[in-house]
């Protein structure tokens, strides 16, 4: 009986007690229970996939679109992650890893290191489908996934885990006293806010000189913002930097005012191998105050990564 409860409620990102006894068992990586999606859950992702088809073909970069093609998504059902992982393993070696939620900092990471990504299965309600302030399948499987697909991108995500890696190196070769920490915070909340600025809301100059298509998945996944962010003159546009991209405060709840381009995935890989060197000579001991906040999970996932 509680079973069939469970399937008619589905797998709601509001509502999902598989999900809720994962979490209360302290399971972190879980298994998909396909079996456990409503017809609710399947008609939200074929309206948000339906509605995201016209502005991909308009604004998003070309990586993604082949990506998607790669991928053979069923755009009227959830995705299996096994058959999204039988297309995507060939291609890059990463693949997706179901998990129950909030995944700690250095541990997600450390995923991408391994060429694995660790995404939601939950989705949002098909009467919510606009804003969510959580991630979803449809924001991690339609919107992160493709890119995936390509090389240089999948190895600047690797790139990103070793920064990771050397971020608590330098946590394991300090004490915990209060400056140790404050240097610690600083540099997770640079390596967030560097993340945010190009894997969730980056653009990039196209191949084909026709102005700034979308990488970053939080554009890919958003049906109002991928066009603002292109679009819209009130978005201000810069081409990367470092100093001003790892200084640069964000919040989640509105349309970036803010965002950055890069030259090509090649090019990302370099910013990263460049972060990573900033680290290593202190220049992100000290950045700017401000959002991220760094929880103390995040903090302890770095001071316990026993590296």
Request: glycine fraction near 6%.
């Amino acid at each position: 009986m509680e079973a069939q409860s469970s399937s008619r409620i589905g797998l709601t990102t509001t509502q999902a007690p598989f999900i809720e006894e994962a979490r209360a068992a302290g399971d972190l990586y879980i298994h998909q229970p396909y079996e456990l999606y409503s017809e609710e859950n399947h008609t939200a992702w074929n309206r948000l996939y339906a509605r995201m088809h016209d502005r991909w073909e308009k604004y998003a970069n070309e990586h993604f679109l082949r990506g998607i093609e790669s991928l053979c998504f069923n755009p009227d059902r959830v995705p299996k992650l096994e058959d999204v992982n039988g297309f995507l393993n060939p291609l890059t070696g990463f693949r997706a890893k179901a998990v129950s939620g909030y995944v700690p900092a250095f541990t997600f990471f450390d995923c991408l290191r391994n060429r694995e990504f660790p995404t939601t299965i939950t989705i949002r309600s098909a009467e919510k489908l606009d804003y969510l302030p959580e991630p979803d399948i449809f924001h991690d499987i339609a919107g992160h996934v493709p890119m995936h697909t390509d090389k240089a991108f999948a190895d600047a995500l690797v790139r990103f885990g070793d920064c990771a890696h050397r971020a608590a190196e330098i946590a394991a070769s300090s004490g915990r006293d209060e400056q140790s920490l404050h240097r610690l915070s600083s540099i997770i909340r640079a390596m967030a806010r560097f993340f945010w600025f190009t894997i969730e809301f980056g653009l990039m100059k196209s191949s084909n000189s026709d102005g700034l298509k979308v990488y970053g998945s939080g554009l890919l996944s958003s049906y109002g913002e991928i066009e603002h962010a292109i679009e819209s003159a009130e978005v201000q546009r810069y081409p990367i930097q470092l100093e001003w991209v790892i200084n640069q405060h964000f919040e989640i709840d509105t349309y970036q005012p803010i965002l950055f381009y890069v030259e090509s995935f090649d090019h990302l890989f370099e910013l990263v191998t460049e972060l990573e060197s900033w680290m290593m000579n202190g220049r992100l001991n000290n950045v700017a105050l401000g959002e991220p906040v760094v929880n103390e999970a995040d903090l302890k996932s770095f001071l316990e990564a026993g590296v």
